[in-house]
């Protein structure tokens, strides 16, 4: 079968059309190099378009620098420009080529021509080759004092490189005075910017580690600087006048009349077409007002009607960067705001980011004058084909309503919304209705009804179904039906996926048992049976903790579950006052824009999650390697241990129960034992033990619990560790590499424990005191990383290997157990976090 016809192609005239393309460009550069034949220059463009074009494309052409090299001996501005592309791309990959460029680039350093000397100058500065700096001094010093001024703004740029490439060369050759004396001097205003923005960076990083550059820097903040700048700053292109801004947002004044000044020199900023500019002016307003309150307050009515402005014009993203700015404002000063809500109605056509910040400015600016026209404009917004913004829209009618504006209408509204028979609506509403209730138990009667008629079946967020079955128990005396869907709900435990949900439910029906006994009896049995046998820790610490308590005294258990209640005064706020006010200081900033303060996501402390590398020498934290300290602890260490024949004796080796065995549910959910290795495998001793009244079945026959179950396997006995294990680094790696992980989990440091973890040697010897020795360790506060090693008192080779990773500013330790002995893991964790909870309480 003979193959298919290719179709014929032309070749791009980007790209090569087979392997001797660029060999052809080769030799047809080298036969036009020097060539001075009328038409060559034409023909050389043709040759440049294809170099360049290919460059573009990613294709590697280097091989051809020494041949447009040659052909750039040329008059044609055109040849020039694109040859300095050229170069400026391969130059400082082939460094012993880009020697052969600067004699062509110092000549045309000299030309006639401004343009040819310009672009020749920022050529020679772009080479970034060091072996070349001493070429620079000569050119950058000539354009500094170029009677042309784009020269001398190219050569004002020229100077930083410079910098960065050899900061000594620069230094040294007094180039930034230079540039202090071309900044104020210079009748060009974009050589004063590109000088200001050289002289700030040299300085900066010079300040580090010279104090004349230190004082150069803070020079720049002079009153005649600053006002120089400011009498000049309408010479300024929109970016150079954002730079003059900031400058100017750092500068203290002297007195009252300094501001009164400036303000007045800034004052037709704020009508500038550019947001950036306005921002910065607005910037500069408020910090120079910030002490003067009446001005203050004045500076945010005058602010006003410019960001309105500019959040009505431009692009989406313009509107919301302006948007921002101006919400940050809304939440300092939302009485302010009051009168011009309109503004942040939401448009159809505005994209969801837009009018989620809209409607948080609406939920701040509502008060008794505009509430109702608020929540109407709030309530349209519920039936939103946009679904995230109807829930945002509801969440903002309840913000309005837990603000004290006119409940009464509001709670109408809000009953409405349940009728509307759209999931997302009625789990919105069932969540703020629960909030409500908690502010206003006078509104119960009329909420209850309503909600009452709400099957749970319907409602499969968890959020709304956990806020449906608080309702349940909370006001189970006034819903007749109450115990007989909690029991339904009970009856399906097993589809419950989310352990809020179950949380929940194990204390409303425990509530409506307290209430209504004979009606919730079976309920409350199987949900403890239930929750006793659930795997999540939490729900099964609170169903084993409502059991004991049931045990103990149903009295005390009431006014521990179901006490009188309490209305909620206030409901705590997402963000604190003082990151509020780190982020108005950063006003004008990406902080603004993220709505945290940048220390969130730029220091290296704040770069997210950890990025721990898991070989032991190499403890990193963020994208800097720490320092590491790797120690070997032997029996001889005895000045670094405490008093660890004292731990022993005295040192509680429970941490979440005690040898209990969970009785057995005599019914459809049957209870297997509870008791799980951690728990037979430590001691309880120093637990209280109650009595219950009326003897120990009394609870479990109420409740349709069975007698503990006879089959249940005996304690074993406590986990004993080595006092003094021996370990070293390179068996303790080899370890880590091959074991397979035991568990890992999280865990809560005490607030002692926070305050006291200054340093990682403190933990060290708190942790040798309970028979835990620590290997390796690394990082500074807030994240501290440790590697720590047990050993079993009874087996030499049975090791427990332990990677910690503490981070103060969310008191959690995450925790990595690898064992030689698997079944051992959870009775050493347990003793590890017994440790841990105990540090800093001595």
């Not at 009051?338 to 600016?365: G, I, W």
């Not at 728990?679 to 009326?694: F, R, W």
Request: glycine letters at 4%; one cysteine or more.
């Amino acid at each position: 079968m003979a193959p298919p016809v290719q179709p014929n192609r032309s070749p791009s005239p980007s790209q090569p059309s087979g392997k001797g393309e660029v060999s052809d460009l080769k030799l047809q550069l080298r036969q036009l190099a020097g060539s001075r034949a009328p038409g060559s220059d034409d023909s050389k463009r043709e040759l440049f378009k294809k170099v360049i074009s290919y460059m573009t494309i990613g294709i590697d052409v280097s091989c051809l620098f020494s041949e447009m090299v040659m052909c750039s001996a040329t008059s044609d501005a055109v040849l020039k420009k694109m040859c300095y592309l050229y170069v400026g791309n391969y130059a400082k990959g082939n460094p012993d080529l880009a020697l052969l460029t600067i004699n062509f680039l110092q000549k045309d350093c000299r030309d006639e021509d401004p343009m040819i000397r310009g672009l020749a100058l920022r050529s020679l500065c772009s080479l970034r080759v060091a072996n070349l700096v001493e070429y620079l001094v000569g050119p950058l010093g000539s354009g500094l004092k170029d009677s042309n001024s784009y020269v001398r703004m190219v050569a004002a740029i020229g100077v930083l490189k410079l910098y960065h490439i050899s900061a000594a060369t620069c230094i040294d050759a007094d180039f930034p005075s230079l540039l202090k004396s071309l900044m104020l001097k210079d009748p060009d205003a974009q050589v004063v910017a590109n000088c200001l923005i050289a002289l700030q960076e040299i300085w900066n990083l010079e300040a580090v580690s010279s104090e004349e550059a230190s004082r150069e820097r803070e020079a720049l903040l002079s009153k005649p600087i600053i006002f120089y700048l400011l009498n000049r700053i309408k010479e300024f292109s929109e970016w150079a006048q954002c730079l003059v801004l900031d400058l100017v947002s750092k500068y203290l004044p002297s007195d009252s009349n300094e501001i009164f000044d400036m303000m007045n020199l800034l004052e037709d900023r704020l009508q500038h077409a550019n947001s950036a500019v306005v921002l910065a002016t607005i910037e500069v307003f408020l910090h120079l007002t910030m002490s003067m309150t009446d001005v203050h307050q004045q500076v945010y009515e005058r602010i006003k009607a410019p960001l309105l402005t500019l959040v009505s014009t431009g692009s989406s993203e313009l509107s919301y960067a302006v948007l921002s700015h101006l919400h940050l404002l809304v939440m300092r000063a939302p009485m302010l705001f009051s009168s011009d809500y309109k503004h942040f109605y939401c448009q159809y056509s505005q994209p969801s980011y837009v009018k989620k910040l809209k409607l948080e400015m609406l939920t701040a600016v509502a008060n008794e004058s505009n509430t109702y026209e608020i929540v109407t404009e709030l309530c349209e917004y519920a039936a939103n084909v946009d679904v995230p913004i109807a829930r945002e829209s509801i969440r903002a009618v309840g913000k309005i309503a837990l603000q004290q504006y006119d409940v009464n209408a509001i709670v109408d509204r809000l009953l409405q919304f349940l009728e509307m028979e759209k999931d997302y609506v009625t789990a919105e509403t069932l969540v703020l209705v629960k909030d409500l209730l908690r502010k206003y138990p006078q509104w119960s009667h009329d909420c209850i009804a309503v909600v009452g008629n709400i099957s749970s079946k319907n409602v499969q967020e968890p959020k709304a179904k956990a806020a449906l079955i608080w309702m349940l128990g909370e006001y189970s005396q006034d819903m007749s039906d109450a115990p007989y869907i909690l029991e339904s709900i009970v009856d399906n435990w097993e589809d419950e996926n989310s352990a809020e949900v179950r949380l929940h439910l194990l204390t409303a029906v425990l509530k409506c048992f307290l209430r209504r006994p004979p009606e919730t009896q079976k309920a409350l049995g199987a949900a403890l049976a239930a929750g006793l046998a659930d795997p999540h820790q939490d729900v099964h610490d609170r169903a084993l903790f409502y059991y004991r308590l049931l045990q103990y005294d149903v009295a005390v258990a009431e006014r521990v579950v179901d006490p009188p209640k309490q209305a909620v005064s206030v409901f705590a706020d997402t963000q604190s006052s003082e990151i509020k006010d780190r982020i108005f200081d950063e006003f004008n900033s990406l902080s603004v824009l993220y709505q945290k303060p940048s220390y969130m996501f730029t220091d290296k402390e704040h770069r997210g999650p950890f990025e721990f590398s898991e070989e032991l020498g190499n403890l990193s934290i963020g994208a800097e390697s720490e320092e590491i300290r790797v120690q070997r602890y032997e029996a001889n260490d005895n000045d670094l241990l405490l008093s660890t024949s004292e731990k022993e004796e005295n040192r509680v080796t429970s941490t979440n129960g005690s040898a209990y065995s969970a009785p057995e549910y005599d019914g459809s959910l049957s209870l297997a034992p509870a008791q799980s290795q951690s728990e037979t495998a430590i001691s309880t001793h120093n637990l209280p033990t109650y009595a219950p009244q009326g003897g120990s079945s009394g609870i479990d026959d109420l409740l349709g619990l069975g007698p503990p179950a006879s089959t249940s396997s005996p304690a074993s006995p406590p986990l004993k560790l080595n006092v003094k294990p021996v370990l070293d680094p390179a068996t303790f790696q080899q370890k880590w590499g091959h074991l397979p992980l035991s568990l890992s989990q999280e865990c809560f440091i005490t607030p002692r424990g926070v305050a006291a973890l200054t340093t990682p040697q403190v933990l060290l010897r708190h942790m040798q005191g309970h028979s835990i020795q620590c290997i390796a360790s690394g990082g500074q506060s807030p994240n501290f990383k440790f590697f720590f090693f047990a050993q079993k008192a009874d087996q030499s080779a049975s090791f427990f290997l332990v990677e910690c990773i503490i981070n103060t500013s969310s008191a959690k330790a995450q925790i990595k157990v690898k064992a030689d002995d698997g079944a051992s893991s959870e009775a050493f964790s347990s003793l590890f976090r017994l440790a841990l909870s105990e540090f800093g309480m001595s």
